[in-house]
């Protein structure tokens, strides 16, 4: 019996010592693998056509190997700054009450996060987003407060309602009529999300949101983990649409976590916009009066995208230049 006992101890310590052996093994391998893959970097990644000056105004600062923090920041104040570009910053469309009224968020790779919403007045939200992480022990600052911050940080006062916006406010008016058009008043953000030179990512968000929207309207673009998520782990994300459906599923957060357990960045944008796609039949909506899309980016530098409906694009520069694509879309 003991020789027995023996016999059995010794067949199930070398069974563990040859699972051991095959996992270590295995391991490995992955990491092996794992090492051989050559990342994509930088590269600067961005919602809609406005999206590609906007990488190269970020471009500029990650081809000379600077931070993807600085990047995003500086990409995305050019459609900030254009008065020509009315769904962000100057030139954005008012609320119903003919206020232009901003929200925008930065996350680095540290996550550290910065937010401002409701803002009025300042040209550039991103900025003292940027300001609210790196010079508070806040993350977000709304209303008048976040004006006050601004200003004691000497960004200057200014009308944001530029003439055009102004008049499509006042036309808007005689009916007051709500009905967001999908890719016109939806096309509200710029998202913007990059890996630097050292593997490190960054992203920033902003939107001067929905046209006619109620005062105090918040969307996902200055929610962290809604309108955008980074992890330098794994990968980054930010969306844009309809910012109360991105909300509803935490969803560039989801975008992230997909990436962790295994999804490419295409998989887990195509995930997340399933689940919005089906909350909303579930709550019996029309899917053709949202428009949200996603952008990804991961560790590797791959990137993905993917929207409700067509007519989103985005923009993508890294090595191999500068271009625009159409993203692919649940609604065929």
């Keep these: 019996m003991a020789n027995r006992r023996d016999f059995i101890k010794t067949a199930a310590l070398g069974s563990v010592g040859l699972s051991l052996s095959s996992f270590v093994n295995q391991e490995k391998e992955n990491e092996t693998k794992f090492s051989e893959i050559k990342t994509n970097k930088p590269i600067v990644i961005s919602t809609w056509n406005f999206g590609v000056k906007a990488n190269g105004a970020a471009w500029e600062i990650l081809k000379n190997n600077g931070r993807a923090l600085d990047a995003v920041e500086a990409g995305v104040k050019i459609p900030e700054g254009d008065p020509n570009e009315r769904s962000v910053g100057y030139g954005g469309r008012p609320d119903r009450d003919g206020r232009v009224t901003l929200d925008a968020c930065i996350m680095d790779e540290f996550a550290n996060i910065g937010s401002v919403a409701c803002l009025e007045h300042i040209k550039h939200p991103i900025s003292v987003a940027r300001a609210v992480m790196e010079k508070t022990p806040h ?165 993905g995208a993917f929207c409700i409906q067509s007519g989103f694009n985005y923009a993508v520069n890294d090595n191999s230049g500068n271009k625009l694509i159409d993203s692919d879309y649940f609604l065929k």
């Excluded at 913007?192 to 996902?220: E, P, Q, W």
């Excluded at 955008?228 to 459906?245: C, K, R, S």
Aim: one cysteine or more; glycine letters at 10%; hydrophobic letters at 40%.
């Design 139 to 303: 993350v977000m600052l709304v209303g008048d407060g976040a004006l006050q911050f601004a200003l004691s940080q000497g960004f200057p006062k200014e009308n944001l309602l530029v003439e055009a916006s102004e008049k499509e406010w006042k036309e808007w008016l005689k009916t007051s009529q709500y009905k967001p058009i999908v890719n016109i008043e939806n096309h509200d953000t710029i998202g913007m999300i990059a890996l630097d030179s050292f593997g490190n990512l960054s992203g920033a968000c902003t939107t001067s949101g929905m046209a006619y929207k109620m005062h105090g309207r918040v969307g996902d673009s200055p929610i962290i983990g809604a309108g955008l998520y980074v992890d330098n782990e794994i990968g980054a994300a930010t969306a844009t649409g309809h910012g109360e459906e991105v909300i509803r599923i935490a969803g560039c957060h989801l975008v992230v976590e997909l990436m962790r357990h295994g999804k490419s960045p295409q998989k887990a944008c195509e995930e997340a916009v399933s689940r919005i796609v089906k909350l909303t039949q579930n709550r019996s909506k029309n899917l053709k009066d949202i428009q949200v899309g996603f952008i990804a980016l991961n560790k590797n530098g791959e990137y």
